[in-house]
C-alpha cells in the first residue's frame, strides 16, 4: 500500500512539473518594460518588438544624437578632438548627472565626448551644444533636423542631454534608427560607450551602463533615467559576425532594465544562431506573438498563435523540412507562408485565404524581401523546349535547331557520333590508295 502511494506522489509530482514546463513555453516572450525593440545589425531585421511606436521621453539616450553632430562635425573638419572649450556658466550649472566642468575652464573637446558618453554629463553636453553651434536653441534644432534625416518621425527633441522637458518624447522604434545609424557611421565611437569608468579631475565616474563587461559582446551605448519614462537603455552587443541593437524604455529599476535587456539580447542570439524563430512580431498589430508549434517534426498540423489588430491572424506550422509561418497580411485573415532557411534567409511562399490550408514554398527570396507567388514559382527548371533534327549528307556532322540547353546536350551527342565515324572513313581512304598500287 505504501509503494502505490510512493509510485502516486511520485507520478503527480512529474505531472506538475511537466505542467509548469508546458506553462512556462507557452508564456508569451515579453519584456518588463514599456516598449522594447531588438534589431539585427547585419541585416536590418526586426527581431523583436513590444509597443515599439509608444511616445516616452528619452532621458540621456538623447546624448546619441548629440553625440551624432559632434562626430560628424569632427569629420567634416570643422572642430576637431584638441580644441579646446571654454566651459560657460551656463553649461557648469546644468544640473542631474555632470562631469564636474567648472565655469571659465578650458577643456578639451575629446574631455567633453568621453564625460557626455561615459559619465552621462548634463554639462558636457551643453558645452559641446554652445561650442558646435554658439547656442543651444541652434543646436537642439539641428538634432531635431538630423532626426528628421534619419527617419525618427516621432521624436522631438528640446535638450541636448535629455533633461526633462515638455514635450520631449521618442519611441523605441526611432532610438533603435538613431542608434543604428550612429554605429554604422562611426563604428570608432564604440571605444569610448564601451569604458566602463572615467576619471575627471581626480573624481571617477562608472558607465550606468551595467551591462558592460557581465553580458558577452556588450560595448555599448546609453543608459537614461527620468521619473516620467523611468530606465531607459539603448544597448549593442556582438558575438562573432552577428551585431545587436536593444532598446528598452521605461523599466521599473535599473536592475530590471539589465536583466531585461541581457535577456532580450540572449533570446536574439539564440534565434539568430539557431535559425529557428521562436517567436515573430504581429504584422501591424505592435505586440509580441510567439509561434507556438509542435517541436516534433512529424506533425504538420497548423496551430493559430495569436489573433491580433484588424482581425489579422498569425498561424504557425511544423514540416519535416522545418518551422513554416504564415504571417498576416493585408486584408483581415489573409496570410503570408514564410520559412527560415539554413542560409539565414527568409523564403516567402504564397498568400492564402486565411485557412488551414497552406502552399508550399515556391521559392528562396533576400532577408526581409516580399515576393509574390508568381514570382518565386520557377523553383523547378525550364521544361525542355523541343528539337528539330535535320538529317545531312552521310559522314556529315547533323544540324540542330534548337534552344536552351538542351541544344547543348544534343551538340555533344553529335560530335560523340562524329569522332566514332571518323576511323571508319580513314580506313576505307586507305583501302582505295592500295588498290591503286597493286598491278591489274
Request: overall charge positive; charged content about 25%.
Amino acid at each position: 500500500m505504501e509503494i502505490r502511494r510512493g509510485s502516486f506522489i511520485c507520478a503527480a509530482a512529474l505531472l506538475f512539473v511537466l505542467m509548469l514546463t508546458w506553462v512556462a513555453e507557452a508564456r508569451p516572450f515579453q519584456v518588463n518594460a514599456k516598449s522594447a525593440i531588438l534589431i539585427d545589425m547585419t541585416d536590418g531585421r526586426v527581431l523583436y518588438e513590444q509597443n515599439a511606436d509608444t511616445l516616452i521621453p528619452p532621458a540621456s539616450i538623447t546624448k546619441v544624437i548629440t553625440l551624432y553632430l559632434v562626430f560628424d562635425a569632427i569629420r567634416e573638419g570643422r572642430v576637431h578632438l584638441w580644441d579646446s572649450v571654454k566651459v560657460s556658466h551656463a553649461a557648469a550649472s546644468t544640473g542631474g548627472s555632470r562631469m564636474g566642468l567648472r565655469a571659465g575652464r578650458d577643456v578639451q573637446l575629446q574631455e567633453l565626448i568621453r564625460g557626455a558618453a561615459v559619465v552621462s554629463g548634463n554639462d558636457a553636453c551643453v558645452a559641446l551644444a554652445e561650442h558646435l553651434s554658439g547656442s543651444v536653441d541652434a543646436f537642439v534644432r539641428k538634432m531635431n533636423a538630423k532626426a528628421r534625416e534619419l527617419g525618427m518621425t516621432r521624436t522631438v527633441f528640446m535638450t541636448p542631454n535629455g533633461l526633462p522637458a515638455c514635450g520631449q518624447v521618442t519611441t523605441a522604434r526611432d532610438i533603435s534608427k538613431l542608434s543604428t545609424a550612429y554605429l554604422r557611421r562611426f563604428p570608432e565611437s564604440l571605444a569610448i560607450h564601451s569604458m566602463q569608468s572615467y576619471t575627471y579631475i581626480n573624481s571617477t565616474h562608472h558607465n550606468a551602463n551595467r551591462l558592460l563587461g557581465k553580458c558577452p559582446g556588450v560595448d555599448g551605448l546609453k543608459t537614461g533615467f527620468v521619473c516620467a519614462a523611468g530606465y531607459n537603455i539603448t544597448a549593442t552587443a556582438k558575438r562573432g559576425e552577428t551585431r545587436l541593437l536593444a532598446v528598452v524604455l521605461g523599466a521599473p529599476s535599473a536592475g530590471v532594465r539589465t536583466a531585461q535587456t541581457t535577456k532580450l539580447l540572449e533570446a536574439g542570439f539564440h534565434r539568430v544562431n539557431s535559425g529557428s524563430l521562436e517567436y515573430v512580431v504581429a504584422d501591424g498589430g505592435g505586440t509580441d506573438v510567439p509561434a507556438r508549434h509542435s517541436r516534433s517534426a512529424r506533425h504538420a498540423k497548423v496551430k493559430v498563435a495569436k489573433t491580433v489588430k484588424h482581425g489579422r491572424v498569425l498561424h504557425a506550422a511544423k514540416t519535416r523540412k522545418g518551422a513554416d509561418y504564415c504571417k498576416g497580411g493585408g486584408r483581415p485573415g489573409s496570410v503570408v507562408v514564410v520559412k527560415k532557411t539554413k542560409g539565414g534567409k527568409m523564403v516567402i511562399a504564397s498568400k492564402g485565404d486565411g485557412s488551414a490550408k497552406m502552399k508550399s514554398v515556391l521559392g528562396k527570396a533576400k532577408a526581409g524581401e516580399k515576393a509574390s507567388a508568381k514570382q518565386l514559382a520557377k523553383k523547378n527548371p525550364e521544361p525542355k523546349k523541343n528539337i528539330a533534327v535535320k538529317k545531312g549528307e552521310p559522314g556529315k556532322s547533323k544540324t540542330v535547331q534548337a534552344t536552351g540547353t538542351s541544344s547543348k546536350v544534343q551538340q555533344a551527342k553529335d560530335a560523340s557520333a562524329n569522332q566514332k565515324k571518323q576511323p571508319a572513313s580513314k580506313k576505307n581512304n586507305r583501302q582505295a590508295q592500295d588498290s591503286k598500287k597493286r598491278p591489274s
